[in-house]
């Protein structure tokens, strides 16, 4: 029998419980600040199991937190992290309620994307809408330099390959959403799958140059006139139908 069943590092179990991201919670575990069982411990990596250890930091013990989930209009130009080692400006100068635990981003928005982002400290509900094999849907508006034409579309809608790497990029469905100028257009893409910069390699293999990309939707789960910055608690039938 694995006796290791269900237990975890140290400091995940701290961020699973809700109490940190794993980053503070190796500085906190390095800085004998952590006790397991009333005894110190200072690796991290000691396994734990959350549900049932023993855990307290600076002498207060750590409970599990309640389940928060969160949507969040990400503004242009901060990183999907809570420790950077820029000091840039990140999404968690957005959500900055001290009555919140700590909660981590269902997937990221890189610093130049915006719209819509889930955060959550419940990480088997984010595993579930991040698995590959959920085929989530993600809608995004994105404002292109120039306008593809329907040759153009009809590449991007088969897939392209990426010359760099070899790869196959595609999406779900890619639409003209509306012409702007003559310099730019907007596009709406929907992706069922999550790949590093996905909508800006695949539409660079056209050379489309992305202007602004925003997330509009996950699921059923619409942007909808959230203020951008703003963040709001998710529905309990919001959090049913996207986990």
Known sequence: MNT?????GLARALSKLGRCSRAEGERLIRAGRVRVGGQVVTDPLRRVHPET?????????????????LVLNKPRGLV????????RVTVYDCVDDPTLPFVAPVGRLDKASEGLLLLTNDTRWAARLTDPAAHVDKTYHVQVAGLPDDAVLARLRAGVDELATGERLTAKRIDLL???SR?????ELVLDEGRNRQIRRLLAVEGLEVKRLIRVAVGALALGDLPK???RHLTPSEVRALG
């Open 4 to 8: 290791l069943s269900g237990t975890v």
């Open 178 to 180: 509306r012409t702007g």
């Open 53 to 69: 250890a023993a855990i307290s930091v600076d002498g207060v013990t750590v409970d599990r937190a309640a389940s928060v989930y």
């Open 80 to 87: 999907t992290t809570r420790d950077d080692p820029q000091a």
């Open 183 to 187: 310099s730019s257009h907007w596009l």
């Open 229 to 231: 910055g703003a963040w």
